[in-house]
């Protein structure tokens, strides 16, 4: 019977139920120096076979530790070694006398498991007691073979596991940079630029770049029509809105433009805001009438334009800029101005009254050209010794660089509205009723529109451009006017300037702005 009371048969070592010894438990603590005889007896002993199953089974075969075969290299000499040992032995001195004892590979387990303690060794319940030698045979020793060979496994197997973190975590790292590429961008990773396809010129319109607040004094066109907009019936363009902060705050309107050509253009609102283009559809404010509204403007270069205002005040544009509002007809409105040269412009007011310019912008003279003082309504001076004015009457005056002539009835109809000259042979008025007087060399004759024109202007002998009160545009040329063209809806035009017979902007009720370009349609 075992210490723990366990019935065993007679002569036996160990108990067959817990694996107790029979003989003296061995001292955990004993001293190093133990005696052979106490290390040798606490070496346990397995015991005896025995037919009964015991508490624990044996691991099965397929788990038992594989056994390693030992190369005819690694075959053990006549001092205990390897040959491969003793060469190592002989040439390196670390491996002298203090190594430690070699041993023979019994176990793949030997190398790199460390010896199992005293009160460890076959005590636990859990555990196969350990197979023992036969009493006359002393303890192994291992050799230098089987710590070199666990070494060897082990360094293999921290590899391996070294060789799958990094891999797996560069797979990680591969996978989030490729979710996040501003992950990538702060990691200093580069990642690869896809080239975008480029649009054809002709498909893709090049914006048009905004013209400064003050235009410069060498304005040039940047662009060109067919480049940047689309182009609708008869040759015109689309309504573009360009004033439309005006009309938001008071319903304000563009009453007068002026191009010197087909994208230089200054134009004048009822708030005393004067815009200038210096490119198709761009326009912005240059400069402002802090006084009046503006009723009138005219360039005759893109460096040289006057504008009138509401309260008799003039502003010149000259050297860059524009002057402040100078009055030159106080108490009375400035109804139309017209610029043939640099230094020369003509306006006209309410009154009957005209008033040049000739170059200085705070002196304008002053003459009577109606004297019957009515309101003269539009005036138009292609050169400096011509000029045609009209009234509400249905009188025309001519200028002839020296005076103005008496007024000659043209309209019985209505008052007339506006006048263009191309030169002093060839002029054409409009009134609000559908007709427009034609003057060719000194003499005039009536013609009829099929509408109600608001407004013409004529950029050579024989040919104009006339816009109505119902969005339609007209062509005069060869003697006749052209059938309408609708090209604005129903909105009722304002304004129209041409500077060549190829390219007008015209202004509608609202601020929107077209182009006549006849030969892109």
């Not at 002989?90 to 070699?102: K, Q, S, V």
Request: proline share 9%; glycine share 8%.
């Amino acid at each position: 019977m075992c210490a723990q009371g366990h019935p065993n048969e007679p002569g036996g070592r160990f108990c067959q139920v817990c694996g107790t010894p029979f003989g003296a438990a061995q001292d955990p603590f004993a001293p190093a120096s133990a005696t052979a005889a106490q290390t040798s007896a606490s070496i346990p002993f397995p015991p005896p076979p025995n037919t009964a199953t015991p508490l624990w089974s044996a691991p099965p075969s397929w788990a038992a530790a594989p056994q390693e075969q030992t190369a005819p290299w690694e075959a053990p000499t006549a001092a205990g070694g390897s040959a491969v040992d003793a060469a190592i032995t002989t040439a390196d001195p670390w491996f002298g006398a203090d190594r430690p004892p070699a041993r023979s590979p019994d176990s793949w387990t030997a190398a790199f498991e460390p010896a199992a303690s005293p009160f460890e060794a076959a005590t636990s319940v859990f555990d196969a007691p350990p197979a023992a030698p036969a009493p006359s045979q002393s303890p192994p020793s291992p050799s230098r073979h089987g710590h070199r060979n666990g070494r060897r496994k082990l360094w293999w197997i921290v590899a391996a596991v070294a060789i799958v973190v990094v891999a797996g975590g560069s797979a990680g790292a591969i996978v989030v940079l490729h979710k996040h590429p501003a992950a990538a961008s702060a990691a200093g990773l580069s990642t690869p630029t896809v080239k975008a396809s480029t649009p054809s010129a002709s498909l893709t319109p090049t914006a048009s770049p905004t013209p400064t607040p003050t235009p410069s004094a060498s304005l040039t066109p940047t662009t060109t029509p067919s480049a940047t907009v689309s182009v609708g019936p008869g040759g015109w363009t689309y309504p573009k809105p360009i004033d439309q902060a005006a009309y938001s705050n008071d319903q304000a309107t563009i009453g007068s433009v002026s191009c010197v050509s087909s994208v230089i253009c200054y134009a004048a609102d009822s708030d005393g805001n004067i815009l200038a283009s210096t490119s198709m559809n761009s326009w912005a404010v240059a400069d402002t009438d802090s006084v009046a509204g503006l009723t009138g403007i005219s360039c005759a270069s893109a460096t040289v334009c006057a504008a009138v205002d509401g309260s008799g005040d003039a502003l010149v544009y000259s050297g860059g800029a524009w002057t402040l509002p100078v009055s030159v007809d106080a108490g009375n409105q400035l109804t139309s101005v017209s610029c043939a040269s640099t230094s020369f412009c003509v306006a006209v007011d309410s009154q009957g009254q005209g008033f040049t310019y000739t170059g200085s912008a705070t002196s304008w003279a002053k003459t009577t050209i109606d004297p019957n003082g009515d309101d003269l309504t539009s005036v138009s001076c292609p050169t400096a010794t011509f000029c045609a004015a009209v009234d509400n009457s249905g009188n025309v005056y001519t200028y002839d660089g020296t005076a103005w002539a008496a007024g000659v009835a043209i309209d019985s109809n209505d008052g007339l509205t506006q006048v263009s000259c191309a030169s002093d042979s060839f002029c054409v008025a409009v009134d609000g009723d559908g007709d427009a007087e034609v003057m060719t060399g000194g003499d005039w004759s009536s013609t009829t529109l099929s509408a109600n024109a608001s407004s013409v202007s004529c950029p050579s002998d024989g040919y104009c451009v006339a816009v109505d009160q119902s969005g339609d545009a007209f062509v005069y040329q060869q003697g006749s006017w052209s059938a309408e063209t609708k090209i604005d809806g129903n909105n009722s035009f304002e304004v129209i300037s041409c500077a060549r017979p190829d390219a007008c902007v015209a202004a509608d009720r609202y601020d929107n702005v077209l182009y006549y370009t006849p030969s892109n349609s």
